[in-house]
């Protein structure tokens, strides 16, 4: 086992690092990849503590829509979500359409904690 | 910067058959695909020229070839829509390293969120939103037999069933799976509209970041590298008035300058014929196909055709519009 910090305390390290030292410092060319550097360690940051979390909660959802499942690694996940996929192409029926819907709400919000906080605050078109 | 100045100096001097000094020369808003500079043009004995350049780094990123896009452009500024008059095209990469074109300079800003902060300092959200309505209408009043003959076309009879064609080629090379997306593919197949009643040039690009707007409105229209001869008119509806355009500004449909109203309005004031049915659909078309790029772009990253940060990250944004396809086709019951 990895002493401390944990890896989310290194990659708020790291965002600090590139948000408050290199972005000043860094020629004008630099400044935009350097922001989206930092961005993506925050997302990192944001996955490591609630990603488990969210990826069970897919499972379970999609185990719910498309049945089977009972696994719980990353593949069964992936099965998953492509047994959903097709379903949603295929399958008419209304009741269908409107949980799937549902459920891919649900997903979305638990990605969008992690990717993009505050995103599904706005449900409007 | 003195090389691309001697560069435009010297096509410039062979243009007007006059020597021509370049002064002043500053980057523009720099795109990911081409480059813009701004720049001072003198010829003795007369005032000086404004002018500005656009620069592709090699003819083989062209959507357009650059000959059409200044054509087409030029085009639509007979016919009143707001662009900067093109002076000159030149294809022969020997001057500036590329093909390029040198129009005037128009003042104004075209950066989303310096945009967005003019437009409600001024309180002219409604104007822009309108003005860009009526140059949409004035573009699609065009007969498209006059645009140039190397503008890509859609030889289809309905832009939307190609839009859509292309778009499920693209669902379906996706390396993980994504039901969302899915979700948005079968909404767009089960609304499919028919062929338009009239299929006119399309800019498909005019939203907030390719409009340039000063304290007066709506100044010009720019990056027509992507029109085409024949498409369906509320694609370029719908495009501006997707929620990426609006910079947070969610509650303002059309780029964050303004709800739907004044957008329409000035659009069917200039002879336009709004469908919402239609502007629906490719909003969600839109919506999807946007999310699709994003997620080529993170493959790209990581097949190694394009290596870069940017790239990657698009992969991390596709939730982001998830969320707004899912929105746009919430069912009914």
């Known amino acids: 086992m990895q002493y401390q910090p944990s890896a989310a305390e290194l990659l708020a390290a790291i965002a600090e690092l590139l948000e408050d030292d290199l972005l000043p410092a860094v020629p004008d060319a630099l400044k935009h990849r350097t922001r989206v550097a930092a961005n993506l360690a925050r997302i990192l940051e944001r996955e490591e503590a609630l990603g488990p979390d969210a990826a069970r909660r897919e499972r379970e959802r999609l185990a719910a829509l498309v049945g089977g499942g009972g696994g719980a690694d990353g593949d069964d996940a992936v099965r998953l979500a492509l047994e959903l996929a ?17 459920a891919l709400v649900a997903i979305c919000r638990d990605d969008l904690a992690i990717a993009k906080p505050g995103h599904d605050a706005w449900e409007g078109q | 910067m003195t090389d691309l100045a001697e560069g435009l100096a010297e096509f410039l001097s062979g243009h007007l058959g006059e020597p021509v000094t370049v002064t002043g020369l500053a980057a523009s808003s720099a795109g ?61 990469p020997g001057f500036v390293g590329g093909p390029f074109f040198v129009s005037d300079r128009v003042d104004g800003e075209s950066v989303p969120r310096r945009v967005l902060r003019l437009v409600q300092a001024e309180g002219i959200g409604d104007r822009v939103a309108g003005q860009l309505g009526e140059a949409l209408a004035r573009l699609h009043a065009i007969d498209p037999a006059r645009a140039p003959g190397d503008l890509m076309d859609d030889p289809s009879g309905n832009p939307a069933e190609t839009a859509l064609v292309g778009a499920d080629r693209m ?163």
């Open chain 1, 86 to 102: 097709r379903r949603v192409r295929a399958d008419d029926d209304p009741g269908f359409q409107a949980d799937a819907w549902e």
């Open chain 2, 32 to 92: 990911a695909r081409r480059g813009n500079v701004l720049f001072d043009a003198e010829v003795p004995g007369r005032p000086t020229l404004r002018l500005a350049a656009t620069i592709l780094p090699t003819a083989a990123i062209e959507l357009n070839p650059i000959t059409a896009e200044a054509a087409v452009r030029n085009l639509a500024e007979e016919h009143g829509v707001p662009v900067p008059h093109i002076h000159a095209v030149c294809t022969d």
């Open chain 2, 171 to 333: 669902l379906a090379e996706l390396p993980l799976p994504r039901p969302a997306l899915a979700l948005g593919m079968r909404w767009l197949e089960c609304h499919l509209p028919t062929a338009p009643p009239r299929r006119t040039i399309v800019h498909t690009d005019a939203r907030n970041g390719n409009l340039l707007v000063s304290a007066r409105g709506l100044e010009a229209v720019l990056d027509w590298e992507g029109t085409v001869r024949h498409g369906d008119p509320m694609q370029d509806l719908a495009w501006p008035a997707l929620r990426m355009w609006r910079f947070k500004e969610d509650g303002r449909e059309i780029g964050g300058f303004a709800g739907r109203e004044p957008f329409v309005a000035g659009y069917e004031a200039a002879g336009g014929a709004f469908d919402a049915e239609r502007f629906a659909w490719w909003k969600v078309l839109g919506t999807l196909r946007w999310a699709l790029g994003l997620a080529g772009q993170s493959a790209a990253h990581l097949d190694g055709s394009f290596r870069s940060i940017v790239m990657a990250a698009s992969g991390r944004r596709v939730p982001e519009l998830e969320w707004d396809l899912l929105m746009l086709v919430r069912p009914s019951h």
